[in-house]
């Protein structure tokens, strides 16, 4: 008989395995059931589409075709449940339920909201869907005054797009600066000239009290927990994610922020892998759990489910992640786990060009660069290879740095 997989989620990391488990398993029943109302589409790129500059179709990667080309039965909107462990079946919203040999998890986060007066206003706007893209680049184009929350990645997405549509923007932050975990002061204002270029002011030792409306619910203001009051007709909140673990409660499989699997993508529960977003999985690189929020990780995670969902061990997850933004002239890179660590070094070079590494028991977990991308494969590579580097901070952090510059290796 053949074996059936059931894959919950149509992201990057749930899409990719089905892509392998279909060439690997040519013979295997695969179902994917989404809550999502379309296929898998590129979450990287939505939020090109709502700063105006590209128009919906590079957007999305599949079509229905795709699917049915494959002989994967995809189910488009879709909402599990419930997972029946002892039965091996998932419920949907429906009470439809789908039987399974495997199961694989692919759920990622949503949006946290703040926890302030009048968060849910009309006009205010959580990231994370191309739904959400569509409905953030239609009210900022028509927009007067935004203001946007959330000092980290996907925050300063909200802020580049204000700015991309020439929308004037307060952008409120908790601490002294953008990312405060991952980068200093003199790093981060690099970032912040570049926000200003754009119309949108930087606001530091901030936040949000709570959220003015007018009589229709409609968002006016924002007050800062200063006593400051920013006028606006757009929100955008970026605080971070509720990773979707509450589907796994009632189940034996161990959760905490997110859902924890091994280095093959197994929770404790034999016949049930996780994978991108969601997991807390075992970095062998970290030596502890770690957790990505990135689109390369998710991937590398769905294609390294399906293999161990067909032959368990067969291969593991040792991956260093990294995450771009291009909104500004110069690039910008973090890798690895630039907010972890025991120790930093940084070093700025010139105007537009800083670093920063991150390290545990000596060797490198992470790091930011910004201007100068060159020397991220050499330091990616000593991640990998876990090289105690730590007593060598100035020739890591020459300009021009390569592996070679290094004094003899040594391995914990
Ligand atoms: C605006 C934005 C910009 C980003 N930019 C970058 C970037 O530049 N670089 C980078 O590396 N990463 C970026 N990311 C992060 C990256 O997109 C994610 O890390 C990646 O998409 C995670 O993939 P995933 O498959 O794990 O989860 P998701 O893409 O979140 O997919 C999970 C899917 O499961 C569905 N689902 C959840 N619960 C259920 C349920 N109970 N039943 C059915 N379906 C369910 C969800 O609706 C969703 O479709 C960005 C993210 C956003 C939102």
């Given amino acids: 008989m053949s074996e059936s997989f059931v894959i919950i989620g149509d992201g990057i990391a749930g899409s990719s395995a089905a892509e392998t488990l279909r060439e690997e398993a040519p013979d295997s029943d695969i179902t994917i059931l989404t809550d999502e109302g379309e296929a898998l589409y590129n979450r990287i790129l939505i939020k090109e589409y709502a ?70 206003a009309d006009g205010i706007h959580h990231f994370w869907t191309f739904q959400d893209a569509r409905a953030i680049r239609e009210h900022v184009e028509q927009a007067d005054r935004g203001v946007v929350v959330g000092a980290g990645l996907l925050g300063i997405d909200l802020a580049a797009i204000c700015g991309a549509q020439d929308l004037p923007s307060h952008y409120l932050m908790r601490g002294k600066c953008w990312w405060r975990y991952a980068l200093s002061e003199e790093g981060a204002e690099i970032i912040h000239e570049a926000l200003r270029d754009i119309g949108v002011t930087p606001v530091f030792e901030s936040g949000v009290d709570r959220f003015e409306t007018d009589e229709d619910g409609k968002l006016v203001a924002a007050i800062d927990p200063n006593g400051e009051r920013y006028e606006a007709d757009f929100g955008g909140v970026a605080i971070g994610l509720d990773f979707n673990t509450e589907l796994l409660e009632d189940t034996p499989v161990e959760t905490d922020t ?109 790091g930011v660069l910004i201007g100068d991308l060159s020397p991220q494969s050499a330091y990616k590579q000593l991640m990998r290879e876990e090289r105690v580097v730590a007593d060598q901070k100035d020739v890591l952090m020459q300009k021009g740095f390569s592996v070679d510059d290094l004094s003899a290796p040594q391995k914990q």
Avoid: C
């Fill in 51 to 120: 700063k105006g500059k590209l128009p919906e179709a590079p957007v999305s990667i599949h079509d229905t075709s795709w699917y049915d080309e494959r002989d994967i039965d995809l189910h488009l909107n879709t909402l599990v449940t419930d997972i029946d462990v002892e039965n091996d079946q998932v419920e949907t919203h429906e009470g439809e339920t789908y039987g399974y040999d495997k199961l694989l998890v692919a759920i990622g986060g949503t949006p946290q909201q703040l926890p302030v007066p009048n968060a849910d």
């Fill in 258 to 366: 997110g859902i924890y699997v091994d280095e093959y993508m197994r929770t404790d529960v034999d016949n049930i892998f996780a994978a991108g977003d969601v997991t807390e999985f075992h970095d062998t690189i970290l030596g502890e759990r770690g957790q990505n929020g990135a689109w390369g990780s998710a991937k590398q995670q769905g294609t390294i489910a399906a293999k161990n969902m067909i032959d368990y061990g067969s291969e593991e997850f040792r991956w260093v992640s990294s995450y771009s933004i291009t909104h500004f002239d110069f690039p910008f890179l973090s890798f690895g786990h630039p907010t972890m660590g025991e120790e930093t070094v940084e070093r700025k070079h010139s105007e537009n060009e800083w670093r920063r590494l991150a390290f545990k028991d000596g060797k490198i977990i992470g």
